[in-house]
């Protein structure tokens, strides 16, 4: 496994069980709510594990890729919320 996928996929798995926990333990209406703050604490979360590698080499791609994860995720969870809480 490359290094970007090894920083990348603990991150999409964070954010993953994020929502998860995000759609079973709040209501409908606050979903919404939910997801932008999962996002953000996702790219702190990006940073710290980018900057805990003191690696230079790559540095932006392994942010570009765990990034576009992060945004690609979200954006699935926000369809699928939306579907079940049966938006008009």
Same mark, same amino acid.
């Given at each position: 496994?490359?290094?970007?996928?090894?920083?990348?996929?603990? @991150?999409?798995?964070?954010?993953? @069980?994020?929502? @998860?926990?995000?759609?079973?333990?709040?209501? &409908? &209406?606050?979903?919404?709510d939910a997801l932008p703050a999962?996002?953000?604490?996702?790219?702190? @979360?990006?940073?710290?594990?980018?900057?805990s590698l003191q690696l230079k080499?790559?540095?932006?791609?392994?942010?570009?890729?765990?990034?576009s994860g992060i945004v690609l995720?979200?954006?699935?969870?926000?369809?699928?919320?939306?579907?079940?809480?049966?938006? &008009?």
């Amino acid at each position: 496994m490359t290094r970007t996928l090894a920083t990348a996929i603990p @991150v999409w798995i964070a954010v993953v @069980v994020a929502v @998860v926990l995000a759609a079973t333990l709040l209501p &409908d &209406d606050r979903w919404g709510d939910a997801l932008p703050a999962i996002a953000g604490g996702a790219l702190l @979360v990006t940073f710290a594990v980018q900057v805990s590698l003191q690696l230079k080499e790559g540095f932006v791609t392994r942010l570009l890729v765990t990034t576009s994860g992060i945004v690609l995720i979200l954006a699935a969870a926000t369809g699928l919320l939306l579907i079940i809480a049966g938006v &008009d």
